[in-house]
């Protein structure tokens, strides 16, 4: 892993799970890791119940935008957290892989993304436990 960790999160259509995760790491863990999300078949906008969730917990992804995934952005990534999208993530050597099954927001109401919010900070939390740790003084 370089110097500073960098994950990627990937779901199908980059607009609940995969950006729910980015936007915690990125809240959670500052400068500490670099973070990137995309899709392998992105939708137009982000979700507007993922939205208004994470808006409750003070964050704010209203200009996220859904991004295709690339090869590149693999490649340039240490670990790769795929979210229900099968397949579609290309493997590389080297790289860490895990898939974390969530329930897909899609379609749902913001009381129904709540649960999924919060496991996915649960997990962001014991990602950053282990790749990216503040450093004590």
């Given at each position: 892993?370089?110097?500073?960790?960098?994950?990627?999160?990937?779901?199908?259509?980059?607009?609940?799970?995969?950006?729910?995760?980015?936007?915690?790491?990125?809240?959670?863990?500052?400068d500490?890791v670099?973070?990137?999300?995309a899709?392998?078949?992105?939708?137009?906008?982000?979700?507007?119940?993922?939205?208004?969730?994470?808006?409750?917990v003070?964050?704010d992804?209203?200009?996220q935008?859904?991004k295709?995934?690339t090869?590149?952005?693999?490649?340039?990534?240490?670990?790769?957290i795929?979210?229900?999208?099968?397949?579609?993530?290309?493997?590389?050597?080297?790289k860490?892989?895990?898939?974390?099954?969530l329930e897909?927001?899609?379609?749902?109401?913001?009381?129904?993304?709540?649960p999924i919010r919060?496991?996915?900070?649960?997990?962001?939390?014991?990602?950053?436990?282990?790749?990216a740790?503040?450093e004590?003084?």
């Amino acid at each position: 892993m370089s110097e500073k960790p960098s994950v990627l999160f990937v779901c199908v259509h980059n607009a609940g799970r995969s950006q729910m995760a980015a936007a915690w790491l990125t809240h959670l863990a500052g400068d500490r890791v670099e973070v990137r999300s995309a899709g392998s078949a992105p939708a137009d906008t982000v979700n507007p119940a993922v939205v208004e969730a994470m808006r409750e917990v003070g964050i704010d992804i209203a200009a996220q935008t859904p991004k295709i995934l690339t090869v590149e952005a693999v490649q340039a990534s240490d670990v790769c957290i795929t979210m229900g999208c099968g397949d579609a993530c290309p493997v590389f050597p080297g790289k860490r892989y895990l898939d974390w099954k969530l329930e897909d927001p899609a379609g749902q109401g913001v009381d129904a993304v709540r649960p999924i919010r919060d496991e996915i900070k649960s997990r962001i939390e014991g990602l950053i436990a282990e790749i990216a740790p503040e450093e004590t003084k």
